[in-house]
């Protein structure tokens, strides 16, 4: 009987490590087993390279962390190739591979072929990637890149990343738009809806919910805020492959709620762990932030919940595994709520953000549920981090990298 529950054990260990290449002689001993087992453990390849925290922002800057309490700053072309006074926007992890977007040089209003685009396994080594050109604006070359996202569309995973639109107006035009299945090859997304609204400037922020792909409209310049539009516009997009092969991105949706309602001239989406889908944003009669949850069949209600405060943004967003939902914006305020969306409460983080800018902002956040733990990171190199579900301005740690006080535009996690 003995003997059956020991095999029964060793059968249970060789199953948990079914993914390993295990050598099992039946003559070893157990202890000689248990060897094997070790070793075999330690000679696994791992593709678990990077750190669980990575950080992007100005001039060509990189932060990573392991635990989100202890950070390095970089910066530079050693950093990141061919970077010379650039600014990356905005990071994301998918496929084994960070990837970050935004400019080799200057800001985003230098457009022609000032598309920066890199990738790494371990967020240490970075690889810059030629940007595929448009062959319909074969003139304007590539553009830098405001947003890069990673998730499922038309039942493909992808990264899509996003710029600017051809043209030097805010008349009708195409944004610059490029599509990746592994990160590493990329194809211009040519079959795009044009957008009417903001200037040439205007980008959108790329985001995925339920296999359709978002990409609200931002007005003016990088840093302007987000217009809102009320048109639904439906468009094919080319598959990849390209030249057929299907795998195609299906449509682009511009489904926003009723701007009657919500009134709004500077949005987001955010998906929340539950799979909700959220619209942030500032109503432009008097400037007052506000929020909705989109209802299970694809309706966005008739009202809006506030408790944000005025002309408080929210530019990063988290949500915990307690359930909790948190917004981060303008005036380094943040705002939490425990009923999914229904009543938010707004803290003042003031003395804490953003002491070596005029601007004092939290820019984006990250959510890590290996460690759970949550990162926000905003103006003057700032770092916020807590292990708990915050409801307090005391729950966070505050944090900078000495010497680093470069704005930092995005960060992603691991294991979000």
Known sequence: MKRIVLLLSIFQILYCNQAKEVSLDASKSLMGLSLDLTL????????DLGPEFVAVGLSCSLWISEDGVEWTASAGSSVFPDCSGGTLYSITYGNGLYVAVGTLYAGFNSRTNNCGLWISPDAVTWTRIPCPNNSIYPSQGNLPLRSVSYGRVGGVKKFVAAGPKFGSDSSADQLYMIQSTNGKTWTAMEDIPETEHGTANGSCLVMFHNDILYCPQEGGSYSAILEYNPSTST????????????????????????TTVYDQ??????????????VFGMKETD?????????????????????????????????DESGNIYTFGNSCKWAYSSNQGTSWTTVNTLDACGTTSAYQDWMSAAYSTKLNRMVVVGDGGSIGTTNISPTLTTDWAYLQVSGVNLQITSVTSKNK
């Open 40 to 47: 075999s453990e330690q000679l696994q390849p791992t593709t």
């Open 235 to 258: 468009s094919g997009m080319p598959g990849f492959p390209p030249f057929g092969g299907g795998n195609a991105l299906e449509s682009l949706t511009y489904a926003p709620p009723n």
């Open 265 to 278: 001239y500077s949005f987001q989406f955010f998906v929340s762990r539950a799979n909700s889908l959220f």
């Open 287 to 319: 400037s007052i932030a506000v929020s909705s949850r989109m209802n299970t069949s694809g309706v966005w209600p008739a009202s809006v919940a506030i408790g944000f405060g005025a002309n408080n943004r929210p530019n990063g967003f988290a949500s």
